[in-house]
Every structure is written in C-alpha cells, then in structure tokens.
T-cell receptor, first 113, second 114 residues
Framework: AQSVTQPDIHITVSEGASLELRCNYS??????LFWYVQSPGQGLQLLLK??????LVQGIKGFEAEFKRSQSSFNLRKPSVHWSDAAEYFC???????????FGGGTRLMVKP | DTGVSQDPRHKITKRGQNVTFRCDPI?????LYWYRQTLGQGPEFLTY????????KSRLLSDRFSAERPKGSFSTLEIQRTEQGDSAMYLC????????????FGPGTRLTVT
C-alpha cells in the first residue's frame, strides 16, 4: 500500500525567505503526486501535480516541486514566502483503486513578518 | 463551474444521534470521493463513486456509515448512532475519470459530537 511522510510538522520562515517542504512517498509503481494547501477551516486547494515528464513542475502562487525517483521525494519549494502563504500543506500520492489519494500528515507553515 | 459544495458547513450533534451530509460535485465530474480529516492529520479516504456506483470503501467506513449517490450527481454521507470519535471534518471531492485528473475538494463539513 502507498504511504506519504511529511517529516516536518511545523515550519516557521521569515517573510521573503525561501521555503522547502519535504515529502517522501512509498509506492510500488510510477507515482502520481500532488501538493495541496489548506487554510484554516477550509477545504483543500491544489497547488501542483506530477504525472509524468519533466520532474520539475510549476504550480500556482509561485510554488514548484521536484520529483526525485531515486530519493522517493517530491519536495515543495518557493523562492520568496509571503505572509499569505501561512497555511497547512499536504503532499498526496494517487493509488490504483479509483484514484483515491493517500495524504501525508501535513506541514503547518507559519510566516514571521 | 461553481466548484464542489457541501452542506452543512458545521454540525453539532449529541452522541447517539444520526447525521447526514450532502455533497454537490462539479457538474461534469463523474467521480465523487469522501474523506475524513481529524484535527492535526491529513485527510483519509472513506469511499468513492463512479456515477451512481460505489466502487471502493475504506475499512474506516464502519457499518454505522453509509454513502449514496442515487442519480450520479449529488451524494449523501450518513452516520448513524454518532460517537465522539466521529468528530472530524468530512471532505468531499470530485474528478473526471478520463486520463489523469486531479480531485477538486469542497469546503468540508465540520462535525462535532458532544
């Protein structure tokens, strides 16, 4: 069965600093990977996805992620964080059965002014 | 495209009561998913439909839970004899089944069982 690990439960960065959120997955076949963002009390918004092809994918709000098969990782990055990026971020892998998603435990991002 | 909607947004109920949630997917999407998210955790898959057929159910979906999608459009999730452990955010998502398509999530229903 697939699984996703987000090693960092909380991360605090200063506004304007760069950001990297880690995601490691376990899946037997070619993974389909996603990053979602969730603001307090809200549903999930898709930031970006990786299905195949170029291993560096661009998303919304200036985010990007790099798929590294050798490391089973799909880390999310942003060169300059804005205060509005404070939220919870979830990495997910798509399974075989009906495209259900398996999520990591999430990383809560706080942004210092 | 008005997005995925869920109703109610919040529900407070007493232990032992039955509750029902509704999800309206994006109109052209034929797949619909239910997830449960407890505080501080990522969402966990409960069940999914392709059109009106329920094709997959998680072991998390005990016999107190039932989901329907009678006409392949909206879906309902009912919890009977609620327990405090059922307190969570219940998220609905929908997608198109052609090729690889991402799931679009609704705002969720926050259930509190007292």
């Amino acid at each position: 069965a697939q699984s996703v690990t987000q090693p960092d439960i909380h991360i605090t960065v200063s506004e304007g600093a760069s950001l990297e959120l880690r995601c490691n997955y376990s899946y037997g076949a070619t993974p389909y990977l996603f990053w979602y963002v969730q603001s307090p009390g809200q549903g999930l918004q898709l930031l970006l996805k990786y299905f195949s092809g170029d291993t560096l994918v661009q998303g919304i709000k200036g985010f990007e992620a790099e798929f590294k098969r050798s490391q089973s990782s799909f880390n999310l990055r942003k060169p300059s964080v804005h205060w509005s990026d404070a939220a919870e971020y979830f990495c997910a892998v798509e399974g075989n059965a009906g495209n259900m998603l398996t999520f990591g435990g999430g990383t809560r991002l706080m942004v210092k002014p | 495209d008005t997005g995925v909607s869920q109703d109610p947004r919040h529900k407070i109920t007493k232990r032992g009561q039955n509750v029902t949630f509704r999800c309206d997917p994006i109109s052209e999407h034929n797949r619909l998913y239910w997830y449960r998210q407890t505080l501080g955790q990522g969402p966990e898959f409960l069940t999914y439909f392709q059109n009106e057929a329920q094709l997959e159910k998680s072991r998390l979906l005990s016999d107190r839970f039932s989901a329907e999608r009678p006409k392949g459009s909206f879906s309902t999730l009912e919890i009977q004899r609620t327990e405090q452990g059922d307190s969570a955010m219940y998220l609905c998502a929908s997608s198109w089944d052609r090729g690889r398509n991402e799931q679009y999530f609704g705002p969720g229903t926050r259930l509190t069982v007292t």
